[in-house]
């Protein structure tokens, strides 16, 4: 592969200038590459001034909305949509930059690692989600793993090229959370293209905190992926995603099951020690009781919360933003 730079353009939503954002353009600007441009889309006017910084007033609109719009006024071949609570990694770029010397690359997305300087409880739910007992076959997305071929990738890493979002005419902007997943299937299945993992193409991304608003993230996620099983089995249609919903079911059938029985109270029982201690070794990893305790209750929590919502998602016929 050769090095050559693409003019990219970094592409921020969010509702207002805050000191996340100041983090993420700090880092933007000691990117280790030459040949981009930073598009920062606010709600109303800003008063922000930044090298290589445009601010781009968008009204009260989503994400997507917004990502729509930078198209627009990006000068790059290639869209680095990132959210304003992360930050790059110094070679993002430029790492990223290799893949697209394959024509059939349309994009590349890479893990978005908890920082060291997030809080307990923020952490706490960055070890669920990296973790096997909490994201499953999902954990790539947290922390890093192996090169590989996906077709479903969030936004808050993903590079793109301008030429394909223009082509499939950019996200669905009738759903959120979710408008990713709408983008990659048409990337993957319609178009035919490839999306890259790539483990090198890094950023950090500051979590939600456990319990409320990782949980709320959580239930939102999952009712969405519930409703796209019906309205896009492509990449829905995944054993994965019914497991938490299965435990759920388990829970409360064995529960109610148990109290009749003796023999499934015994079998229930022991089925949920087993788990509970699996729970625990998992955030005995973290080699802090205090975490450990935590990480434990957030994977069950986790769980619980996605399981049902996703069952909510398959019984809804629409879904309001």
Known sequence: MNMKERAVSIVVPLKAPNKNLEECLEHCLKLDYSDYEILVLPDG?????????????????GPSEKRDLALKYARGEIIAFIDDDAYPAKD??????????????????????????DGFMQKASGYVLSSFMGGGSYTFRYIPGEVREVDDYPTCNLL???????????????????EDTILCLEITKREGKKIIYAPDVLVYHH????????????????????????????????????LPSIFVVGLVAGLLLSLKFETIRFIYLSILAVYVLAALATGIKTKDAMMAVTVAAGIALTHIYYGTGFILGLLKRDLER
């Open 45 to 61: 006017p800003s008063s922000l001034n930044w090298p290589k910084t445009r601010v781009i007033p968008s009204g009260a609109v």
């Open 207 to 242: 979590r939600r905190t456990l319990f409320k608003q990782h949980l709320r993230q959580i239930w939102s996620y999952a009712v969405h992926r519930g409703f796209f099983v019906k309205k896009f089995p492509e990449t829905s249609l995944r054993l994965s995603y019914f």
């Open 92 to 117: 993002w770029l430029k790492n990223a930059s290799k893949y697209f010397d394959d024509p059939e690359v349309a994009a590349v997305g890479g893990p978005a690692v908890t920082p060291d300087n």
């Open 160 to 178: 793109v090229r301008k030429s394909i979002m223009q082509k499939v005419g950019g996200f669905d902007n009738k759903f959120w959370p979710g």
